[in-house]
T-cell receptor
């Protein structure tokens, strides 16, 4: 039973445009959400997070939005750059456990 | 800071053999996690430890899998006997004591069971 879902396995975006990656969750007890980025042959690295008491968190080109009523979060990357091409995982936690989604492969082309 | 160190980077073994994956967490981190990455399930939590004590092993798929953390600087994940469906990338991650601090991942072990 997948508690954190990323329904788009891949996304292709032109350089300079906005990338929007989506994530849905089922457990209403989740109170903290994170996005990780993963390059090939490397481990995931932390990108940005948001607490359930907020609906938006911004860090440079990256913004995460949380819609608790819809149990949905999204990651916006503006402007997208070729170096952003990677697999992005969303994750959620309610205790010490961090539950990840299946990932979305983002490709940013020139 | 050397980061989380996993060994080996690649492991190829035959079905039925024992496999041991190793992890050295970041010094000072008190939580350690083992994940498995597959195409179908993404990053799947297998087990995690707090202060060297296993807290939740509900993600361990079968009794063939076991994990230990004999001290704060070392953990192992063992598969005995291994099967082809165990082929995946296995990641170890550690975290400090601050609640909801991000996990720091190692570069993973790619396991292939033939």
């Amino acid at each position: 039973d997948q508690q954190v879902k990323q329904n788009s396995p891949s996304l292709s975006v032109q350089e300079g445009r906005i990338s929007i990656l989506n994530c849905d969750y089922t457990n209403s007890m989740f109170d903290y959400f994170l996005w990780y980025k993963k390059y090939p042959a490397e481990g995931p690295t932390f990108l940005i997070s948001i607490s359930s008491i907020k609906d938006k968190n911004e860090d440079g080109r990256f913004t995460v939005f949380l819609n608790k009523s819809a149990k949905h979060l999204s990651l916006h990357i503006v402007p997208s750059q070729p170096g952003d091409s990677a697999v992005y995982f969303c994750a959620a936690s309610s205790t010490d456990k961090l539950i990840f989604g299946t990932g979305t492969r983002l490709q940013v082309f020139p | 800071d050397a980061g989380v160190i996993q060994s080996p980077r690649h492991e190829v073994t035959e079905m039925g053999q024992e496999v041991t994956l190793r992890c050295k967490p970041i010094s000072g981190h008190n939580s350690l996690f083992w994940y498995r990455q597959t195409m179908m399930r993404g990053l799947e939590l297998l087990i995690y430890f707090n202060n060297n004590v296993p807290i939740d092993d509900s993600g361990m798929p079968e009794d063939r899998f076991s994990a230990k953390m004999p001290n704060a600087s070392f953990s192992t994940l063992k598969i005995q006997p291994s099967e082809p469906r165990d082929s995946a990338v296995y990641f170890c991650a550690s975290r400090g004591m601050v609640y909801n601090s991000p996990l720091h991942f190692g570069n993973g072990t790619r396991l292939t069971v033939t």
